[in-house]
């Protein structure tokens, strides 16, 4: 066995992530672990490369106990992590970074024959035209993740750890990756594969461990489940919905947006129209393209191809200030990266894009802009709704909240509001509270919101009409009466091309 | 992966109420220092001087002097403040100084050109066509604003000198008076600074401009994504840099009756990045006041006022101003620290 653990359990806080999960990987075995976010997948990789210390449990690897790793230690008892972000330093060449940190030496010199003729070996195996003295920047990023696992390879480790590895790949790089994968399983290396993906699961995986809320939930030989099963294990029947509006209506006046095969970034072709008064939500995973959808309307990505219409006249989509002119605004994803302003006071972030439109003689109305901030403040139920209180010291949701009132400030200026996993690490009030102010905008204000989520429960709860994004296509497109959580969930997850999978045409 | 440990912020203390930027200084010590190391250093540097004996110190006509010959610096480190708060530095103003000057020099003198009309055509016109230049390489190229006016200090003095390898001088008799008259015992050159000093408070505090002025120093991804005009606003500050500096050009022509093309405006880049750092204005962007500028340009002048006056020879006053840069340089650093620290992060 290449790795068993037994017991382990790690809290913050109050807040108990993993609670005595016991899982084991056995040498020349492929074993894939899911969970939905938060279920405490990193937190399990986390304990075993060394990067955190676990409450209680062992963890033992290559036969050797142990309660706790260093990040050394870890490497030294035969696991090696190849995380998400990659860690290639890219103006080096693919044997300098085999190598980094663990370089051979002639003399004082750095021996790069002897460093090349090894990294030549080791990617040998790959089959693929990687050469040593390639710059790392000059790979496509499959090829990366395949130097990234010939470095932790050259560490000859017992167990390698792969988390999330093909987010960032398109269909045939994932499918290299799991042949090569398969090839190291049989030289009797132990994998465990973390992802998201139910689909590569059957595709790659021996054995499959469903983690949520920190319990593992299932555990099993991948030939003895089916999709459906480890579809249930990571999201339960879907749960009483105690908020779901039953006076819904949806306007039915004409699209205020519409998309009509636009690429960006990669993403696309996407084509799809939005009404007044409708809530659309793009479900899709991490990796799915959602962000580059809802900024490349805002203009904050360049579009590559495509038509966009506002009211049936043709949008430019050049730049934020663009999409404001037409009636369109973002609250973007990255709170902290793209929203607020740490430093500066709760009414200085709100009203940052208003200034200019409330001064008088190029001088800013206090007053008047007090009025604006104090309204707002009381819809979004901003806490404390003290103009003067510095961004840094609210919560988070209230942070959101300010992200939103930005917008709300200026209503009769906006017909169509984007938001990009508005709820994403914000409390249970607060988000009760922006779905409600949601509703409320669609429902009584008649504007056109889109917002995307990973969370089929809050889709479901929201959502008009649900399309479903995956590599950067709209694979379904669904009313909410068609939904449930697990059909969202497994169509998301690529398990079931179904015949609910229409044609992203905009008819509905 | 795109789970997250959601880290709860500690409430701040119920009977402080929440952090505002007033009760921030009042809850650090450290801040309170720093917010006020200006004015204190400021009375200790006066006393100094006063119990040192430097003669004819404390005088009227001294300040006045003191206030004149701050002027040029003054005007330029009020825009400049801008930039340093938009996290921009223009290291080109004393080269732009000195070919404002040249420029205005030869108008006036081979041209025949009146001041009226020589020094907004010249002295404001080659700062707003360096500013323009200063400003295009940085936001539309996307070069480093440091290497930026690295390199334009050095082409635009090297221009300067080409134009006029000898000291233009025998400017209008009218135009050398301005330095040297005022009205109500005000020297010209000082309201004039004043009113620089006036409209950049006011842009700051009082105007939506100053608000998008901070808010691209804070956080430049969240601005544009508010819909602020982030390049245009970034490049005003390197024209309004660059115009001041072609001011300052002209008041120092007027000064001295002469623009050396070699020597004039020298370091000035240095002095005036120094007075606003003094100011408290962060060289990382996203803080400062006018008031700090106006203190720290003052401050400055005084010290070296008095260096004069008790005299010291050049080498020690240059020793002593590039003591005073670090210095400025530390405060800043302390005051960030200082913040973060309250903030918990």
């Not at chain 1, 799809?272 to 990505?301: A, C, K, N, P, Q």
């Not at chain 1, 508005?422 to 509703?439: F, K």
Request: hydrophobic share 45%; with cysteine.
């Amino acid at each position: 066995m290449a790795l068993v653990v037994r017991g382990l359990s790690k809290a913050y806080g109050a807040k108990r992530v993993l609670e005595g999960v016991d899982l084991e990987v056995e040498a020349g075995q492929i074993h894939a672990l899911l969970g939905p976010n938060g279920s405490g997948k990193s937190t399990l990789i986390r304990c075993l490369s060394g990067a955190i210390v676990p409450d209680t449990g062992t963890m033992e690897v290559g036969g050797v106990e142990h309660h706790a790793f260093t990040p050394r230690e870890a490497i030294t008892a035969g696991t090696s992590v190849i995380y998400q972000n990659f860690s290639l330093v890219p103006n080096l060449t693919v044997a300098d970074n085999v190598f980094l940190g663990d370089e051979r030496r002639a003399g004082v010199q750095i021996d790069h024959a002897m460093q090349n003729k090894e990294t030549e070996r080791l990617l040998e195996q790959f089959g693929r035209s990687i050469r040593p003295r390639m710059l790392v920047s000059l790979l496509s990023v499959g090829d990366r993740q395949l130097v990234e696992i010939a470095k932790a390879l050259h560490r000859q480790p017992k167990l390698l750890i792969l988390d999330e590895p093909t987010a960032a790949l398109g269909e045939q790089e994932t499918k290299q990756l799991g042949k090569h994968l398969r090839g190291l399983r049989d030289a009797g290396l132990a994998i465990l594969y973390v992802t998201h993906i139910i689909g590569e699961v059957f595709a790659i995986a021996d054995r499959v461990t469903v983690l949520r809320d920190g319990h593992v939930v299932l555990t099993n030989d991948v030939s003895r489940v089916n999709p459906a099963q480890v579809i249930a294990a990571i999201s339960p029947g879907s749960s009483p919905r105690t908020e779901t509006d039953s006076r819904r209506r949806v306007a039915d006046e004409g699209s205020v947006l519409d998309l009509d095969q636009v690429t960006v970034d990669g993403v696309g072709p996407l084509s799809l129209s939005l009404r007044t008064g409708e809530i659309l939500s793009v479900f899709g995973l991490l990796g799915s393209g959602r962000t580059e959808l809802v900024e490349g309307i805002y203009g904050r990505r360049r579009i590559e191809s495509g038509q966009l219409r506002v009211r049936g006249r043709p949008y430019r989509a050049t730049s934020p200030r663009a999409a404001l002119r037409a009636g369109i605004v973002l609250v973007a994803g990255d709170r902290i990266r793209q929203s607020i302003f740490d430093k500066l006071s709760s009414i200085d972030n709100m009203l940052l894009p208003h200034f200019a439109r409330l001064s008088r003689w190029f001088t800013r109305r206090t007053r008047t802009e007090r009025l604006v901030f104090g309204d707002t403040a009381k819809r979004i139920r901003l806490q404390p709704d003290d103009p003067r209180v510095l961004a840094w010291a609210l919560s988070g949701g209230n942070q959101q909240k300010l992200a939103v009132g930005r917008w709300l400030a200026a209503l009769e200026h906006v017909d169509v509001l984007l938001l990009d996993e508005p709820t994403q690490g914000i409390d249970v009030g607060a988000r009760r509270d922006l779905y409600e102010l949601m509703r409320h905008l669609a429902r009584d204000e008649g504007k056109a919101i889109l917002f995307t989520s990973s969370d089929p429960e809050e889709t479901l709860s929201l959502a008009d009409r649900v399309l479903v994004l995956r590599r950067g296509q709209i694979v379904a497109e669904l009313p909410r009466e068609a939904c449930t959580e697990q059909k969202i969930l497994s169509i998301a997850h690529g398990a079931e091309i179904t015949s609910s999978a229409v044609p992203s045409s905009s008819t509905a | 992966m795109a789970q997250e440990v959601i880290s709860t912020e500690a409430p701040p203390p119920a009977e402080a109420g929440p952090p505002t930027a007033r009760r921030v200084s009042g809850r650090s010590a450290l801040l309170l220092v720093m917010r006020n190391a200006l004015p204190v250093g400021f009375a200790i540097l006066i006393g100094l001087f006063v119990a040192l004996g430097a003669p004819n110190f404390l005088t009227l006509p001294n300040f006045s002097d003191i206030l004149r010959l701050s002027a040029p610096i003054m005007v330029v480190a009020i825009p400049m403040a801008f930039l340093l708060i938009m996290g921009h530095v223009d290291l080109s103003v004393g080269s732009t100084i000195a070919l404002s000057a040249v420029v205005l020099g030869l108008l006036m003198r081979d041209w025949g050109l009146s001041p009226l009309l020589a020094v907004p055509l010249g002295a404001l016109g080659i700062g707003v066509l360096i500013g323009v230049m200063n400003g295009t390489l940085v936001t539309r190229v996307g070069l480093s604003p440091i290497i930026v006016t690295l390199g334009t200090l050095t082409a635009i003095r090297g221009f300067a000198m080409w134009l006029a390898p000898f000291p233009v001088f025998g400017f209008p008799r009218d135009f050398v008076q301005i330095a040297y008259t005022g009205v109500f015992g005000i020297p010209y050159l000082v309201i004039g600074a004043a009113v620089v000093v006036a409209i950049g408070a006011f842009v700051l505090a009082l105007s939506a401009a100053g608000r998008h002025v901070l808010a691209i120093g804070v956080n430049e991804e969240a601005a544009f994504l508010s819909g602020i005009s982030v390049k245009r606003t970034i490049l005003a500050g390197y024209i309004a840099t660059a115009a001041m500096a072609g001011f300052a050009g002209a008041m120092y022509a007027s000064l001295l009756n002469s623009a050396p093309a070699g020597s004039l405006g020298v370091g000035n880049e240095l002095s005036i990045l120094t007075a606003v750092l003094l100011g408290g204005v962060s060289f990382n962007g996203g803080r400062g006041t006018i008031r700090g500028v106006v203190l720290g340009v003052l401050f400055l002048a005084v010290l070296q006022n008095g260096l004069t006056l008790m005299n010291v020879p050049a080498a020690g006053a240059g020793i002593i101003q590039g003591l005073a840069l670090v210095v400025a340089a530390g405060l800043d650093l302390a005051t960030q620290k200082a913040e973060s620290r309250v903030k918990g992060r």
